[in-house]
């Protein structure tokens, strides 16, 4: 399943629904929908916030049981894994609540992956479901 | 669709939240505790046993007034968390801080 969109306010609302439709239909778990709803939705809000760009394409798909998700955008070329991890060490009163929404695709996901060609970011969310293989590395380029 | 409600006790007051705390609800939610904020309010709760989903906005909105709060010699906490709501501030690391300790 193919989705092309605009990159405005309501990216993320909306594909979120279609993600939500996708899942019902292909009778993806539960576990891995969560996990895939909440990482599409926050690098969509990055999309709408930093990006500058104006499309978005994503393609979904559910077959032997790993949920792929792929988000295709115009924007400018940025990579989350580079982003630096957050410091749980550092006590909750200091804690910087930035980097939050990246924090959280990277415990959500198994495998995410990124890459710019042609203008285009191309970034792959992998969440493999309870009857599959553990992920091996967790995060690749 | 309304995503939350607004009970008030006296001096205590509790949002229940509806579903999902995305970007979009984040910002009314920032508003609703902005009001309460401006009240004599002396404890807060946001009650999550329905909310299935928290974006890093919504938790940003929670911690941001939860510290503000406690700089006022005031208190918001979270409440009720459903199995989702739990998950997702677990894995933030911010749990332990901001879940009211006997939900």
Known sequence: MEIAEAINELLAQHLCKKLEEFAKTRSVPKDAFFSMDHALAELLQNLVDHSGGNQAQVEMDFSNDLFKVTIRDNGKPYNLLDHRAVDMSIPFPDRPVGGLGIHMIRKLMDEVTYQSSEGWNTTVFVKRTQASPPPEPPFSH | ?103
């Open chain 2, 1 to 103: 669709m309304i995503p939350f409600t607004c009970l008030t006790n006296g001096d205590n007051c509790e949002i229940v939240v509806d579903r999902r705390i995305d970007g979009e609800t984040a910002n009314q939610l920032e508003i609703e505790l902005l009001a309460i904020e401006k009240t004599s309010t002396k404890k807060a709760y946001i009650n999550l046993a329905a909310c299935t989903f928290i974006c890093s906005a919504g938790i940003r909105v929670i911690l941001q007034y939860h510290r503000r709060f406690k700089t006022a010699h005031r208190s918001l906490l979270v409440s009720r968390l459903s199995p989702e709501a739990d998950q997702i501030l677990e894995l933030t690391g911010f749990k332990d801080s901001i879940v009211e300790p006997n939900h």
